[in-house]
C-alpha cells in the first residue's frame, strides 16, 4: 500500500469521530427548522422518536461507514479518480439512508441494497486486486454487515 492510500485510510480512522459533531449539528438544526415550521423537521423529529434501538444505531452505523467511505476517497482522489468518485456515491448514499431510515416508508430495502452493493464492490475490488486487504476495509466490512442485520425486516412477536 502506497504512502497516499495509507494516508486516506488513517483519515478514515478519524472520520467517525467527525459523526459525533454531524449528529450534533444535524439534530440541532432540525430542531431549529421544526421550531420555525418545517414539516419535513417535524416529520424526522417524529420518525427519530417513533424508532427503535435498532433503527437508531444502524443509522449511526451507516453515518459512521459513509464518513469513513468520504474519507478514503478524499485520499484517494488523485491516487484512483475513478475509485474516489464511486467511493463518494457511495458515502452519500450511506448518509442519505442513515436520514432516510427516519422518514422514508421504504428506506430499509433502500439502505440494504447501499449496503450489499458496497459489500459487493470491495470484494470485487479485493478480487482483482484493486485493493488489498487491511484492517480498515475488515472493520468496515463488518460494520456493514452489523448494520445490514439490524436494517433487515424483522418480524413481529
Given at each position: 500500500m502506497g504512502s497516499d492510500a495509507l494516508a486516506s485510510h488513517n483519515a478514515a480512522i478519524i472520520a467517525p469521530l467527525a459523526g459525533v459533531f454531524v449528529i450534533w449539528y444535524f439534530q440541532r438544526s432540525v430542531h431549529w427548522l421544526a421550531?420555525?415550521?418545517?414539516?419535513r423537521a417535524a416529520a424526522f423529529l417524529a420518525g427519530y422518536?417513533?424508532?427503535?434501538?435498532?433503527?437508531?444505531?444502524?443509522?449511526?452505523l451507516l453515518l459512521a461507514d459513509g464518513l469513513v467511505h468520504l474519507a478514503i476517497a478524499l485520499g484517494r482522489a488523485e491516487l484512483d479518480p475513478l475509485t474516489?468518485?464511486?467511493?463518494?456515491?457511495d458515502a452519500a448514499l450511506l448518509l442519505a439512508s442513515?436520514?432516510?431510515l427516519f422518514v422514508m416508508v421504504r428506506a430499509r430495502l433502500v439502505a440494504g441494497c447501499a449496503l450489499v452493493l458496497t459489500m459487493?464492490?470491495?470484494?470485487?475490488?479485493l478480487?482483482?486486486?484493486?485493493?488489498?486487504?487491511?484492517?480498515i476495509g475488515v472493520a468496515t466490512y463488518l460494520l456493514e454487515w452489523l448494520a445490514l442485520t439490524l436494517i433487515w425486516p424483522r418480524r413481529r412477536a
Amino acid at each position: 500500500m502506497g504512502s497516499d492510500a495509507l494516508a486516506s485510510h488513517n483519515a478514515a480512522i478519524i472520520a467517525p469521530l467527525a459523526g459525533v459533531f454531524v449528529i450534533w449539528y444535524f439534530q440541532r438544526s432540525v430542531h431549529w427548522l421544526a421550531d420555525r415550521g418545517s414539516a419535513r423537521a417535524a416529520a424526522f423529529l417524529a420518525g427519530y422518536a417513533r424508532a427503535d434501538f435498532a433503527t437508531r444505531l444502524a443509522a449511526m452505523l451507516l453515518l459512521a461507514d459513509g464518513l469513513v467511505h468520504l474519507a478514503i476517497a478524499l485520499g484517494r482522489a488523485e491516487l484512483d479518480p475513478l475509485t474516489a468518485v464511486l467511493l463518494v456515491a457511495d458515502a452519500a448514499l450511506l448518509l442519505a439512508s442513515a436520514v432516510f431510515l427516519f422518514v422514508m416508508v421504504r428506506a430499509r430495502l433502500v439502505a440494504g441494497c447501499a449496503l450489499v452493493l458496497t459489500m459487493i464492490a470491495y470484494c470485487a475490488y479485493l478480487g482483482t486486486g484493486r485493493e488489498m486487504l487491511d484492517d480498515i476495509g475488515v472493520a468496515t466490512y463488518l460494520l456493514e454487515w452489523l448494520a445490514l442485520t439490524l436494517i433487515w425486516p424483522r418480524r413481529r412477536a
